[in-house]
């Protein structure tokens, strides 16, 4: 099994609750298969850049016209897709390591996302429209929040959108630890709140192992 995890969190592990969480979700999912593979990305070390309109040409110009021959500046437009939506496409599991902010995820996952699911690479498009053309079964998410959030809370702008974005290429499976409360001034169980997200994220780790 392929495991992609990608960081989209620029605090260092000792003061941040996600990754705490990954630590040890990869230490549960590692004990139980070793030999999976695991790939980490940390976004604040190879940063993705916003989309242009060059690279919007580059990824959409053959959907609407197959001759379409991208300029060299389109090309370079695409380098960062190029060079790391591979990773992606290889991947049987996503794993996303985060903070909410605002609500919703780090701008920096969301230009990622821009970056990497794009046509060519994890679809094209056919007779019947969308055509997966990745092997990725599951995604993770490992993430905290100040705030609490109780389910379906209608400030939550994280799952709903990242259901949407993975939903469009075929993924439904969208497992999830959340350390919700995480402001100790705020909320006297923060600690609490952040260990059964590491049980939750432990469980996950274990079936995944499982399906491997």
Same mark, same amino acid.
């Given at each position: 099994?392929?495991?992609?995890?990608?960081?989209?969190?620029?605090?260092?592990?000792?003061?941040?609750?996600? +990754?705490?969480?990954? $630590?040890?979700?990869?230490?549960? %999912?590692?004990?139980?298969?070793?030999?999976? =593979? !695991?790939?980490? /990305?940390?976004?604040?070390?190879?940063?993705?850049?916003?989309?242009?309109?060059?690279?919007?040409?580059?990824?959409?110009?053959?959907?609407?016209?197959?001759?379409?021959?991208?300029?060299?500046?389109?090309?370079?437009?695409?380098?960062?897709?190029?060079?790391?939506?591979?990773?992606?496409?290889?991947?049987?599991?996503?794993?996303?390591?985060?903070?909410?902010?605002?609500?919703?995820?780090?701008?920096?996952?969301?230009?990622?996302?821009?970056?990497?699911?794009?046509?060519? +690479?994890?679809?094209? $498009?056919?007779?019947?429209?969308? %055509?997966?053309?990745?092997?990725?079964?599951? =995604? !993770?998410?490992? /993430?905290?929040?100040?705030?609490?959030?109780?389910?379906?809370?209608?400030?939550?702008?994280?799952?709903?959108?990242?259901?949407?974005?993975?939903?469009?290429?075929?993924?439904?499976?969208?497992?999830?630890?959340?350390?919700?409360?995480?402001?100790?001034?705020?909320?006297?169980?923060?600690?609490?709140?952040?260990?059964?997200?590491?049980?939750?994220?432990?469980?996950?780790?274990?079936?995944?192992?499982?399906?491997?």
């Amino acid at each position: 099994m392929n495991v992609l995890h990608v960081i989209a969190n620029p605090r260092p592990a000792e003061t941040s609750a996600s +990754k705490k969480l990954a $630590f040890e979700f990869f230490a549960a %999912l590692t004990e139980k298969n070793p030999d999976v =593979v !695991v790939n980490n /990305v940390d976004l604040y070390q190879n940063k993705p850049p916003y989309v242009s309109a060059e690279a919007l040409n580059y990824f959409w110009g053959p959907v609407a016209n197959p001759a379409y021959i991208p300029s060299k500046a389109e090309e370079a437009a695409a380098n960062f897709s190029n060079n790391n939506a591979q990773a992606l496409m290889d991947a049987d599991v996503l794993v996303l390591t985060m903070p909410v902010w605002l609500n919703t995820m780090p701008a920096i996952l969301k230009a990622w996302f821009d970056q990497v699911l794009v046509p060519g +690479k994890m679809f094209t $498009f056919g007779a019947e429209g969308l %055509l997966p053309t990745h092997h990725l079964r599951t =995604v !993770v998410l490992l /993430v905290s929040s100040d705030q609490v959030y109780k389910e379906g809370d209608v400030r939550d702008g994280l799952t709903p959108a990242l259901r949407a974005i993975f939903a469009y290429i075929g993924v439904d499976d969208l497992q999830i630890a959340w350390a919700d409360g995480q402001d100790s001034s705020r909320h006297f169980d923060s600690e609490q709140r952040r260990e059964m997200a590491v049980e939750a994220a432990r469980e996950i780790a274990e079936d995944l192992a499982d399906l491997a």
